[in-house]
């Protein structure tokens, strides 16, 4: 095959294609050129670099915080301005995820773009698929793809495999005048072909245009963090007036605050109040977690198009799954030999290998070929070619060949049907189809056929001699990875456009049993009846793209979370419908544009490692948003009630952001990383907010109290009231980590040690003590902040009993990774059987 652009002389055209046109001049692709009858499609395969720019940086809070942030850095409060630094960590880390991902699939489109070899100016040159015009005459042999809508000249004979965009793995005979659609593969015959449709015009492209559109996964953390988020937008305006009004009056009121200049301390501790309310660290370990995730599954051949993809497949209940592809190999293979004739036993052996020594000729053949190999097969003395329209192909050889005679092989119907002595052998062969089986007849007759016996049919004296039977080739992965699901209580469903019984076939291998396959045409139109079948029902054949769709659209409206795998145009819509899209390595440039996750290698059994990163993405998560919670309530209930009770809010912006940086963002991320995690289990933010909310109370009314002491006792600064404020609340979220790091293990205790030495060092280094403006209190102050540190450690230590209580788990389940329980149950085995297993990563 020439490289692209590289030209020769047209080849001598197959019997029946002399004459054959010498193609579109030059003169006449650029018109077409120039017209923009390209066979190029506009690019879907994410969000342009912009819109990821957008959606990671103008956001609500990041808004807030960029403004509170200037508004620091031009009243010369550059020290109280560290609280930005999360914020552009964070747009940067999802913006560098997204454009990595953009990037890979992008590269990935660009190694598996197509080439056409086509007749232009009376000479053959291979050309970017894309480069394709209307009327180019394009050369098709076995395994070609084809590119755009063609239709096959006169003298073409194809054997077209059609099931990336029917989901049928049965190969479709093609004639003179047929149109062969954008995305078939050509499995066996050659001639040429004239360009009818190109670019968005084309079947495959019509079928993916819906599916174009950009849409970010259903998340459940994303949607219980936007939860959080809404609540505290509304907060915020309420909350800012209060304390702003609280600061003004601490400082003499208004008109003396803004005269003297004291407005600037009371703005600094608004926006310390208004900043400590906002989770931002939270966003950012989500995205750390994920962003982690995908590079972990990148390693393993998994391309992860968009971060929150990792948590979606950890809770998914019911896994759909395309037939031809993802659990086939979309090739056939020898099944077996059933002997219909005691006449021609033992002697049909050298007639199957003559069949299989032509491997090129169809798939068929091939399957043939490789279950009975010849070094040398025998000579024939006549032979005749298979053709779609007959259905058969035969062998004549010598006396002198050990296997005299005439064999023909092909379809039943057509070899069997008009001999009188195969009525027994037509009905093996019906039953033997009955069950999926693709089925051929080879029979025997002594004389060597007529002339014209191609043309006007087989004699009726043929004897049968056996049946052949051949199946889809199951992946080697299928059945464990399967298995893998439904010891996790997935529910497994195969919805294909296959054929009903070669999916009942495939499905008893796979561990289906013997349940039938439904036959999509019976399918009700009623959307209730719709819900009923497919919740009842594992197997589907015969579905469309369309009724695909309607079946994982049936699926969620019985509330399930639901993933689709695939890797045909057929399956595009579906995949974009379902809530996880997974496309397979050999899927169709616009399949793979749709899916969240893409195996780039095709292996089935990535699929448990998805769900072990997703398990540990969603368990980390989840322990660090008990922190980053319950530091947003006692954050917005000292803000609102310093506001109420006219108190000087008890701290500076840099102080929380130590205190942050030590209890929270330093000591969450690592333990966002840690390994390990569980069965997904409904309702994280319900289960989060039982622990956070007591917990974040408690915190806020220790540090309350001595906020209100410190400030109400004579002759102290406002320098000892923060740092009592600072020491109380440091050892209350120092508390709440740990009961977040639970069950400890040495690697955790490690990060509660560092926490707890640098809540040290900020109260004994000159130079932090003198950059966050702390200092030891009073003996007597100190004792009361340690007091009531340890007053709100026991209520915070009651809150997470009773968080765990029966009747909190029957209303929120058991309150995430953060308890005594082992993090891994009986059961929850991965791969290898133990997923929860550091060793196994």
């Avoid at 390990?676 to 933010?685: D, H, N």
């Amino acid at each position: 095959m020439s490289t692209a652009g590289e030209s020769e002389s047209v080849p001598e055209p197959a019997a029946g294609q002399r004459g054959a046109p010498e193609g579109l001049s030059t003169a006449e692709v650029v018109e077409r050129t120039r017209n923009g009858q390209v066979n190029s499609v506009p690019a879907a395969t994410s969000r342009s670099v912009w819109d990821i720019v957008r959606a990671n940086v103008l956001t609500l809070f990041n808004g807030i915080v960029g403004g509170s942030f200037l508004l620091l850095l031009v009243l010369g409060q550059w020290r109280d301005a560290l609280f930005g630094l999360s914020a552009i960590s964070n747009a940067l880390i999802g913006i560098t995820q997204e454009y990595r991902a953009k990037r890979s699939l992008d590269r990935l489109a660009i190694l598996h773009a197509a080439t056409s070899r086509v007749i232009r100016n009376g000479a053959r040159t291979e050309i970017p698929s894309e480069e394709l015009v209307p009327d180019d005459l394009v050369v098709l042999g076995a395994g070609d793809q084809v590119s755009a809508d063609l239709q096959l000249l006169a003298g073409a004979s194809l054997e077209v495999d059609e099931s990336l965009l029917t989901g049928e793995s049965e190969p479709v005979p093609k004639l003179p005048d047929s149109v062969l659609l954008s995305g078939s593969l050509v499995l066996a015959g050659s001639g040429y072909a004239r360009v009818l449709r190109v670019g968005p015009e084309t079947f495959a492209s019509g079928l993916a245009a819906e599916a174009r559109r950009f849409s970010l996964v259903t998340s459940e953390i994303r949607r219980g963090l936007d939860k959080v988020f809404r609540t505290i937008s509304w907060l915020l305006l309420p909350t800012a007036v209060l304390l702003a009004n609280a600061q003004m009056q601490e400082q003499g009121g208004w008109a003396d605050a803004l005269t003297t200049g004291a407005w600037v301390p009371a703005l600094v501790g608004t926006v310390a109040g208004i900043m400590a309310m906002i989770p931002l660290g939270l966003v950012l370990l989500t995205s750390v977690a994920f962003a982690v995730g995908g590079l972990r599954l990148a390693g393993q051949k998994v391309l992860v198009q968009e971060l929150a993809a990792v948590e979606v497949l950890a809770r998914v209940d019911v896994l759909c799954l395309d037939k031809t592809g993802t659990l086939s190999s979309g090739s056939i293979v020898f099944d077996a030999v059933h002997d219909v004739g005691a006449a021609q036993a033992g002697r049909w052996g050298a007639a199957v290998e003559w069949f299989g020594a032509a491997a090129d000729a169809s798939s068929t053949a091939a399957a043939i070929g490789a279950a009975f190999p010849a070094d040398k097969p025998l000579r024939e003395v006549a032979a005749v070619p298979f053709s779609s329209a007959r259905k058969w192909s035969s062998v004549t050889f010598g006396p002198e060949s050990g296997a005299a005679g005439t064999w023909v092989l092909g379809a039943p119907d057509a070899v069997l049907g008009r001999s009188p002595g195969c009525s027994r052998a037509r009905e093996q062969a019906a039953v033997l189809a009955s069950t999926g089986l693709r089925t051929l007849a080879l029979a025997h007759v002594p004389a060597p056929l007529t002339p014209e016996a191609a043309d006007s049919g087989l004699p009726a004296d043929l004897a049968p001699v056996a049946l052949l039977t051949f199946r889809e080739n199951i992946r080697g992965d299928a059945g464990r990875t399967l298995d893998y699901f439904r010891r996790q209580g997935v529910a497994v469903k195969i919805i294909s456009g296959d054929d009903s019984r070669t999916v009942s076939a495939l499905a008893k291998g796979l561990g289906f049993g013997t349940e039938a396959a439904y036959d999509a045409r019976d399918l009700p139109g009623e959307p209730r009846l719709l819900d009923g079948i497919v919740e009842s029902r594992d197997l589907f054949g015969g579905v469309t793209p369309s009724q695909k769709r309607e079946l994982i659209q049936a699926l969620q409206r019985r509330g399930h979370t639901v993933a689709m795998t695939g890797d045909g145009v057929n399956d595009v819509l579906a995949l974009k419908e379902a809530d996880l899209g997974i496309a397979m390595d050999s899927a169709a440039p616009a399949t793979k544009a749709v899916a969240r996750l893409v195996l780039l290698d095709g292996r089935f059994d990535r699929l448990p490692a998805v769900v072990d990163e997703g398990r540990r993405a969603i368990s980390n998560i989840e322990r660090v948003s008990l922190v980053f919670l319950s530091k947003t309530v006692y954050a917005t209930v000292i803000s609102v009630m310093s506001g109420i009770l006219l108190l000087a809010f008890p701290f500076l912006p840099r102080q929380l952001s130590a205190l942050d940086g030590l209890t929270i963002g330093l000591p969450a991320f690592f333990l966002a990383l840690q390994p390990g995690g569980r069965r997904y289990e409904p309702r994280f933010l319900r289960r989060s907010l039982a622990f956070a909310v007591p917990a974040g109370i408690s915190a806020a009314a220790c540090v309350l109290a001595v906020s209100a002491y410190a400030q109400s006792s004579g002759g102290r600064g406002p320098e000892e009231a923060q740092s009592a404020a600072v020491v109380t609340l440091g050892l209350l979220a120092a508390w709440i980590l740990v009961m977040a790091s639970r069950p400890l293990t040495t690697p955790k205790l490690l990060i509660l040690a560092g926490m707890y030495a640098g809540l040290a060092l900020l109260f004994s280094v000159p130079l932090t003590q003198d950059f966050f403006r702390l200092d030891l209190p009073p003996a007597e102050l100190l004792a009361v902040a340690v007091a009531a540190a340890l007053a709100g450690c026991l209520a915070i230590e009651a809150a997470g009993y009773f968080a765990r209580r029966p009747g909190a788990r029957a209303a929120g389940s058991r309150l995430g990774p953060w308890t005594l329980e082992p993090a891994s149950r009986e059961g929850d085995g991965g791969t290898a059987g133990q997923p929860d297993d550091p060793a196994s990563r």
